[in-house]
């Protein structure tokens, strides 16, 4: 981290939050899940709805995955991606 002449500090959000390497990769692979899945919908020609219908949520939780939201764990991207079709080769891809 870097003291700034006016009192404030410049680092990167690693820092700021104290994360390793690892907890990094973890983030940036959920953040690729959602983005396979918001993908994986629109080349099916879905809406949020459908998909949600098929996975047997609500449009809003799709929504959230999408989002990479907190609040969805990593196990329910992927078993939505395989829901969809995506294939393990597809996911090893875009790692």
């Known amino acids: ?4 002449k006016n009192g404030w500090v ?8 104290d994360l390793s390497d690892a907890d990094i990769e973890f983030i940036e692979f959920r953040r ?3 983005r396979l899945l918001r993908e994986k919908r629109q080349r099916l020609h879905l809406t949020q ?33 395989f829901r969809l079709g995506v294939k393990r080769k597809d996911l090893a891809k875009a790692a």
């Not at 047997?56 to 939505?80: G, I």
Request: positive net charge; without cysteine.
């Open 1 to 4: 981290m870097k003291k700034l």
């Open 10 to 17: 410049e680092g990167s959000v690693k820092d700021f939050l």
């Open 32 to 34: 690729t899940l959602s």
């Open 49 to 81: 709805v459908e998909v949600a219908a098929r996975l047997q949520t609500s449009q809003s939780r799709v929504a959230k995955m999408e989002k990479a939201e907190a609040s969805v764990s990593a196990d329910l991207l992927l078993q939505s991606l």
